[in-house]
């Protein structure tokens, strides 16, 4: 299994296959290979920074020359004519990196922007905003890392560092206590050490779970009456999220019922990425 850098190192040497192809023939025919310049990225608008470490990758692995001197960092809240970084170096690769750098960090500013209007509306409240799987292909480390900027958490990465057993999962074992029974055999005998989280539909299913011992148990679908009436049966004996349907005018009046985390897949899947650009100075 690749560690996060090698996938990250794999998701930019994609881009600029994607990108550069067999050579940026515009930059290459107009701009002198021994020619240095400056460029400075602009915020145009409101909200907060994030990317700019990625930033600093995406330089070093195309041209480990250009130096990049940082105003502003990842997760400051910035306005419009801010001045987050110079890059100094090749003007051929300050050209050829632009495109890569700011797909990166708009996305992932729009991101945290997202994830912290989502959490601030929970000020207050012990509930914590969780990002989902709806993430964009191969972009994921990333985005999950833009929603930790944006002061949300992290669910699971992927299908391999939690257990989540669903719907599906629950009717296709033949119940909760027997989906569970197996996640706890399997971890046992691969020697696997898995928070172990389900998906109920109903209180039958909630103290199904809870007689199985599960680590957490996600409300999914419910109203906020049923999740208070949940949150209450559950007493505080294993973790509680709330999923499915919630939104940001809806957020708070979920938290308010006293659950440890929402999950929100909007923070990744339609996400706005915040407006920017790298000009010359």
């Given amino acids: ?41 602009i915020v145009k608008e409101e909200g907060i920074l994030a990317g700019v470490e990625m930033a600093r990758r995406v330089f070093d692995y195309f041209d480990p020359s250009l130096k990049m001197t940082v105003f502003i960092n990842d997760g400051a809240h910035v306005k419009p004519g801010d001045i987050a970084f110079v890059v100094e170096g090749k003007v051929r690769s300050l050209l050829q990196t632009e495109r890569t750098m700011l797909n990166i960090m708009q996305r992932m500013s729009g991101i945290a922007t997202m994830t912290a209007k989502y959490q601030q509306r929970l000020e207050g409240l012990k509930t914590k905003v969780l990002d989902t799987r709806k993430t964009t292909p191969g972009m994921r480390l990333l985005e999950k890392m833009a929603v930790k900027i944006g002061g949300g958490e992290n669910h699971r990465i992927g299908l391999f560092d939690m257990i989540l057993i669903k719907d599906n999962h629950v009717d296709f074992a033949g119940g909760i206590p027997q989906a569970v029974a197996a996640a706890k055999k399997y971890c046992k005998e691969t020697g696997r050490d898995l928070k172990i989280e ?3 539909r109903n209180t039958e299913e909630i103290d199904q779970a809870l007689a199985a011992g599960v680590d957490r148990i996600m409300l999914d679908n419910f109203t906020t009456e049923r999740t208070r009436e949940a949150v209450e049966h559950i007493a505080g004996r294993v973790e509680i999220e709330s999923s499915g349907g919630i939104t940001l005018d809806t957020l708070r009046q979920y938290g308010e019922c006293g659950v440890d985390y929402i999950s929100i897949g909007a923070l990744t899947h339609s996400v706005k990425g915040l407006d920017m650009s790298f000009k010359a100075c």
């Fill in 1 to 41: 299994m690749k560690t996060n850098d090698e996938l990250i190192d794999d998701l930019i040497a994609l881009a600029f296959a994607e990108d550069v192809g067999d050579g940026d023939h515009t930059t290459l025919s107009t701009i002198p290979a021994d020619e240095t310049g400056r460029q400075q990225l």
């Fill in 198 to 200: 389900v998906e109920v």
